[in-house]
């Protein structure tokens, strides 16, 4: 029967068993990179994709002595078929590794290597063709969101406001460029046309799914301007919609008091079928 593992430095264990030494810095000071990489049919989806992200916030990071893009692809792929998961995540954190508590990097550190998988429920249906709900709450992030860091408790904020709130998902504004990206999500809209998202830089993470809809919408011939979006400007999209290696590609049916008229979306809906039929021929 599928079973929920994990790998924690070297050991496979039931996930319920993982534990960590509690001097590990990722604990201590959320000095960590972390993946999720979405599993379809018992294959990892995109893991050359999110190995070579990880691998530039790692040496953005200055992490030393960090596993290479094939050994954390072969414990991924262990762990995969040890648990007989066919549909899931795999969740990948790498920290700088147990030190004594001291602000200042530890000399040759041994990093943490702590991986696990576990059943997954991607958006049904209603999600995916009636849209869901999103907020617009103030960006007061750092200024490297380019890094996936485990320091994530601005968007753990957010994500419970929204939830208050009956929503999906935040959609962060920063107070100089605008709207940046959501809290697990980057984020789309389409006005006249034109398909808009924020330009990567350190304002967004590079989503792995944002890059890949971006390069599908060029090859439908789709106009696409990766630029700030004002939050009035979102508003006055005719189409907005999110997308994350969890979400897939999400249409947005409600922005705080704004309704969009899902029935009429038609670059969302091709896109979205754009990503089923590429996850179907890239795994």
């Not at 249906?125 to 408790?153: M, Y």
């Not at 929204?162 to 962060?172: L, M, S």
């Not at 249409?251 to 809906?269: A, I, M, N």
């Amino acid at each position: 029967m599928p079973q929920e593992m994990a790998y924690v430095n070297g050991n496979l264990v039931e996930l319920k068993d993982a534990h960590i030494n509690a001097l590990d810095r990722g604990f201590i000071y959320g000095d960590g990179l972390y993946e999720v990489v979405a599993v379809y049919n018992g294959k990892l989806y995109q893991m050359d994709e999110h190995l070579e992200r990880f691998q530039e916030g790692a040496t953005e990071m200055l992490f030393e002595n960090h596993p290479t893009s094939e050994e954390l692809k072969e414990i991924a792929e262990e762990l995969v078929e040890s648990s007989k998961i066919k549909d899931g995540i795999v969740y990948l954190q790498v920290t700088r590794g147990v030190a004594p508590r001291m602000h200042s990097f530890p000399e040759n550190p041994s990093p943490g290597v702590f991986m696990f998988v576990k059943p997954f429920s991607f958006p049904d249906t209603d999600k995916k063709f009636q849209g869901v709900k999103a907020i617009l709450v103030p960006d007061e992030r750092w200024n490297r969101c380019h890094v996936k860091s485990v320091n994530l408790l601005p968007n753990c904020f957010y994500k419970e406001q929204a939830k208050r709130r009956g929503a999906y998902e935040a959609i962060q504004v920063h107070p100089e460029v605008g709207v940046t990206e959501g809290t697990s999500c980057n984020v789309f809209g389409v006005k006249d046309g034109v398909v808009y998202t924020a330009p990567l830089g350190n304002r967004i993470l590079r989503g792995i799914t944002r890059c890949t809809v971006v390069d599908l919408a060029h090859e439908k011939g789709m106009t696409v301007k990766e630029e700030f979006m004002s939050a009035s400007q979102l508003y006055r999209c005719h189409e907005v919609f999110l997308t994350s290696t969890t979400s897939q590609l999400l249409p947005v049916r409600q922005v705080d008091r704004v309704e969009y008229p899902v029935s009429r979306y038609q670059f969302t809906f091709t896109l979205q079928g754009a990503l089923q039929q590429h996850i179907i021929e890239n795994l």
